[in-house]
């Protein structure tokens, strides 16, 4: 079962904007530090941030001052605002749990950014 679904990636020039959205199952998400990671071609998946149920908040270096995470309980819905995009974002992003184990990681959305 699909249980974790990233949407809102897409093409955009460097300096713009995303906003991703990742849903999750609320048995998972209400009880769930949560978190989104990134794959880029030839690479392993990074971490770039992630929030608590509570919201405290933790961000790579990478991508700190730039994007903006955030969690909407009611919604079971996790964000990712993605400012000041550079090429060197592009990657497939995904959300997933940040402790315990991992759920089945999702397809992804594409975040490609042109120079």
């Known amino acids: 079962q699909v249980q974790l679904v990233e949407s809102g990636g897409g093409l955009v020039q460097a300096g713009g904007s995303l906003r991703l959205s990742c849903a999750a199952p609320?048995?998972?998400?209400?009880?769930?530090?949560m978190g989104w990671y990134r794959q880029a071609p030839g690479n392993q998946r990074e971490f770039i941030a992630g929030?608590?149920?509570?919201?405290?908040?933790n961000y790579a270096d990478s991508v700190k001052g730039r994007f903006t995470i955030s969690r909407d309980n009611a919604k079971n819905t996790l964000y990712l605002q993605m400012n000041s995009l550079k090429p060197e974002d592009t990657a497939v992003y995904y959300c997933?749990?940040?402790?315990?184990?991992?759920?089945?990681w999702g397809q992804g959305t594409q975040v490609t950014v042109s120079s």
């Open positions: 997933n749990v940040i402790r315990g184990s991992k759920l089945d």
């Open positions: 609320g048995s998972i998400f209400s009880k769930n530090a």
């Open positions: 929030i608590t149920r509570g919201g405290s908040i």
